[in-house]
């Protein structure tokens, strides 16, 4: 999903160089775009786009330029 940017402790997913914390934030990201998928169309055809970063055991969701109502949707999937 390219509207999808993952990080870990503040660190983008490409720069990760561990092998077991690449492997964890891999997991976590095909488990984000699993839950996404009822929104995975209208996310994709916007102009916007979610950084999530999971730090301290909790996901920081942060959305740049989305529909307002697209961004409460994402934000109340990933809550659950």
Do not use: C, W
């Amino acid at each position: 999903m390219d509207n999808l940017e993952l990080r870990y402790n503040d660190v983008e997913f490409y720069k990760i160089t561990d092998t077991i914390q690449k492997s964890f934030v891999t997991s976590i990201k095909h488990s984000i775009e699993r839950a996404l998928t009822p929104v995975k169309r209208e996310l994709e055809n916007s102009d916007g786009f979610i950084r999530v970063n999971y730090k301290e055991h909790k996901l920081e969701i942060t959305s740049f330029y989305l529909p307002l109502h697209l961004e409460e949707k994402i934000k109340r999937i990933l809550s659950h």
